[in-house]
Nanobody
Framework: QVQLVESGGGLVQPGGSLRLSCATSGSTFGAGAMSWYRQVPGKQRELVARITSGGETNYADSVKGRFTISRDNAKNTVYLQMNSLKPEDTAVYYC?????????WGQGTQVTVSS
């Protein structure tokens, strides 16, 4: 069973930065595509960024140029570096793993952008 544990959320002022981490248990991390999603109350969960096992990335238009997803296969960890944060980035951020035919979600971490 794969477990995902997010960390790094918190309160930040507009224009600030945060780095989210998602630590993954299990030895199959390197074979999986990893993603970050976010959700605000009353809205659907939306894809923020994705990175494949080969390192290819894609981003939501709303975060392009501000967020960077990366992975460290040696540490079984995926990161989301978030710069130039805006109030509309406020949400619960979830880590998602697609490893072989199985999918897994983390418990979420709150990011609040406010002055």
């Amino acid at each position: 069973q794969v477990q995902l544990v997010e960390s790094g959320g918190g309160l930040v002022q507009p224009g600030g930065s945060l780095r989210l981490s998602c630590a993954t248990s299990g030895s199959t991390f390197g074979a999986g595509a990893m993603s970050w999603y976010r959700q605000v109350p009353g809205k659907q969960r939306e894809l923020v960024a994705r990175i494949t096992s080969g390192g290819e990335t894609n981003y939501a238009d709303s975060v392009k140029g501000r967020f960077t997803i990366s992975r460290d296969n040696a540490k079984n960890t995926v990161y989301l570096q978030m710069n130039s944060l805006k109030p509309e980035d406020t949400a619960v951020y979830y880590c998602f793993a697609h490893i072989w035919t199985a999918t897994y979600w983390g418990q979420g971490t709150q990011v609040t952008v406010s002055s």
